[in-house]
């Protein structure tokens, strides 16, 4: 039996190619209208994740902080719940304003005031730009913004100094100067404000400072820090990728926390690859419907115009199961041939798209087709030529030899 149907598919794939004209026409027609969807797609992949990618090269996209206060602020326990809710990356306690405006001076007497975040390893920002976390100590290293080393004249490796002033319970003027490593400089690109990162442990001893609270590690006296964890004004939490903001922010506003994100501009992208998506599915559905009607003939004409020659085959001891191979075969050959060449276009044409649109793109390919996507759509043609072959197969699989001898 299944020698038989071998030899049935093999003569099959030999009269396929004998009526190379009537093939050729097949395979054209299909890769004429497989290409383009193919390109369809793949122009569809390279903008949305160009946006997505031109829009993370701010990795504060992706950041979540309170929009308001809280009555008693954040605690640490809180901020570790935070770090393990799904989709989260990083997240930070910020410090009082107290403690994040500080005013620096550099060696060559410019100064200016630079709004600090605070940091630690793993910080997104530093990581995106592969700039290490400053660390602390009794110099502490920090990380200035390009305005911010520009108006301080100062490169990575100088020193720059702070003057920490408070007013003691007793009414008292006090003050302390605290120099500080510049490790790193941003680059222009990362913040166009005066601002710098200092680790988180720094600035909660700045502001114990400020608060008339003892830091004994620093020198600074004042009255001990209660036994009770301490709490933050506010934090920063990062989002693993953009899909993960909006729920991160609903995570968060079920816990009664109000969010500031970068939603619109995420929203805006989704919304575009949906739109996208939506149009080359309409497109794709009249395109298969298309084909398949054009296959479902193409297989019932080829039985027809082939009857005899099945019959014959019946005649000669071919089992009805061959028979169905007969159809099956040629459609999917024409399915198989179709794929190839719509890639080979598909190729053809995205090159042409990239070199088009190379300047705009920044060299960045413009239609973006991957191996699962075209895996996907190869799939689906042979599938939709199977079942529209079905029909035909099952009536050659009905031609009786009576037929044939009938007619001679």
């Not at 009794?138 to 702070?162: C, F, Y």
């Not at 510049?182 to 005066?194: D, M, N, Q, T, Y």
Request: aromatic share 6%; hydrophobic share 45%; proline share 5%.
């Amino acid at each position: 039996m299944r020698r038989l149907i071998g030899m049935a598919a093999g003569l099959a794939a030999r009269d396929w190619a004998h009526e190379r004209q009537i093939a050729l026409c097949a395979v054209l027609a299909l890769a004429s209208m497989l290409a383009p969807l193919l390109v369809l797609q793949g122009v569809r992949n390279g903008v949305t994740e160009g946006m997505r990618e031109r829009l993370l090269q701010d990795p504060t996209v992706l950041v979540i902080t309170p929009s308001g206060s809280r009555e008693g602020g954040y605690d640490t326990a809180f901020l570790e719940t935070l770090g393990r809710l799904p989709g989260a990356r990083f997240v930070i306690g910020r410090t009082r304003d107290i403690a994040t405006d500080i005013t620096l001076r550099s060696s060559g007497g410019s100064s200016v005031t630079v709004q600090m975040e605070p940091c630690a390893p793993g910080e997104p920002v530093l990581e995106h730009y592969r700039m290490p976390a400053p660390a602390d100590g009794e110099q502490p290293e920090l990380v200035l913004s390009q305005p911010a080393a520009r108006q301080l004249n100062v490169r990575a490796g100088d020193t720059v100094s702070a003057t920490l002033g408070r007013r003691t319970p007793e009414g008292r003027l006090e003050s302390t100067e605290l120099p500080f490593r510049v490790s790193g400089i941003l680059p222009e690109e990362a913040a166009g404000r005066r601002m710098g990162f200092l680790p988180l442990r720094t600035l909660e001893d700045i502001q114990d400072y400020r608060d008339s609270i003892a830091v004994p590690e620093r020198g600074y006296a004042g009255r001990p820090r209660t036994a009770e964890a301490r709490r933050y004004a506010s934090f920063r939490l990062y989002a693993q990728h953009l899909d993960a903001v909006e729920t991160l922010a609903a995570a968060l506003r079920e816990r009664h926390v109000e969010t500031r994100t970068k939603a619109r501009e995420i929203a805006g992208i989704r919304a575009l690859e949906q739109a996208v998506s939506r149009v080359i599915l309409s497109i794709s559905l009249a395109v298969g419907a298309g084909f398949a009607a054009f296959t479902f003939s193409s297989a019932q004409g080829a039985v027809r115009r082939k009857d005899r020659m099945l019959g014959m085959l019946r005649l000669l001891g071919f089992p009805r199961a061959a028979l169905i191979a007969y159809p099956l075969m040629q459609t999917l050959l024409t399915g198989l041939c179709g794929i190839a060449l719509s890639g080979l276009l598909y190729l053809c044409i995205a090159l042409g798209i990239d070199l088009l649109f190379a300047e705009q793109s920044g060299g960045a390919s413009f239609c973006r087709l991957y191996w699962q996507e075209y895996a996907a759509a190869a799939g689906m043609v042979l599938l939709l030529s199977a079942l529209a072959a079905a029909r035909a197969s099952a009536q050659a699989a009905a031609i009786e030899p009576s037929s044939v001898i009938r007619e001679v």
